[in-house]
T-cell receptor, first 115, second 111 residues
Framework: GAGVSQSPSNKVTEKGKDVELRCDPI?????LYWYRQRLGQGLEFLIY????????KSGLPSDRFSAERTGESVSTLTIQRTQQEDSAVYLC?????????????FGPGTRLTVT | ELKVEQNPLFLSMQEGKNYTIYCNYS?????LYWYRQDPGKSLESLFV?????AVKQEGRLMASLDTKARLSTLHITAAVHDLSATYFC???????????FGTGTRLTIIP
């Protein structure tokens, strides 16, 4: 079946512009996560959606970052007034809890470059 | 706050050799995941370890979990070039249902 998809795959934007990144999770997966990965670094948690519960926004680095999710489907991560330090790969993952296992399936990522 | 440390961060090894990557974490958990990431690619799930003493093997890779020591290992046997990648461990926190990732180990296999 289809995996997690993300769009665009690459985005180059000028400093100060707003960007929207999209994630389509695996159908039926109730949980959705956004991560940021800077070049040569590990994954940095940004935000977590679980069903209809209030999202866990504890990883968002500033108020320029926000995310929405429509039900248990598509999510968009918005970065306003982009800065050069926002340049990174943004990864989305979805998961479904089965018998206590919360395995996350990752999308291909969006590479954001802020010039 | 859960912290996850991997070592080494970089590993260069010759084909045919054996080596182990270590993943230490700071708080109790019995859910540990290993992922592989090829350059420019996303993360691919390798193993899910669900209990103390769990051991899983796939080809030349074997992962184990010791929840009492808060330690997981990823052992590579008779390395081959196509194992070159970055390997991440991640620990699941039941309290907030989040994964915390280690820093990654960049593995390079030299012919």
């Amino acid at each position: 079946g289809a995996g997690v998809s993300q769009s665009p795959s690459n985005k180059v934007t000028e400093k100060g512009k707003d960007v929207e990144l999209r994630c389509d999770p695996i159908s039926g997966h109730t949980a959705l996560y956004w991560y940021r990965q800077r070049l040569g670094q590990g994954l940095e948690f940004l935000i977590y959606f679980q069903g209809n519960s209030a999202p866990d926004k504890s990883g968002l680095p500033s108020d320029r970052f926000s995310a929405e999710r429509t039900g248990e489907s598509v999510s968009t991560l918005t970065i306003q007034r982009t800065q050069q330090e926002d340049s990174a790969v943004y990864l989305c993952a979805s998961s479904l809890e089965i018998a206590g296992v919360y395995e996350q399936y990752f999308g291909p990522g969006t590479r954001l470059t802020v010039t | 706050e859960l912290k996850v440390e991997q070592n080494p961060l970089f590993l260069s090894m010759q084909e045919g050799k054996n080596y182990t990557i270590y993943c230490n974490y700071s708080t109790t958990s019995d859910r540990l995941y290993w992922y592989r990431q090829d350059p420019g690619k996303s993360l691919e799930s390798l193993f899910v370890l669900l209990s103390n003493g769990a051991v899983k093997q796939e080809g030349r890779l074997m992962a184990s979990l010791d929840t009492k020591a808060r330690l997981s290992t990823l052992h590579i046997t008779a390395a081959v070039h196509d194992l070159s990648a970055t390997y991440f461990c991640a620990v699941f926190n039941f309290g907030n249902e989040k994964l915390t990732f280690g820093t990654g180990t960049r593995l390079t296999i030299i012919p």
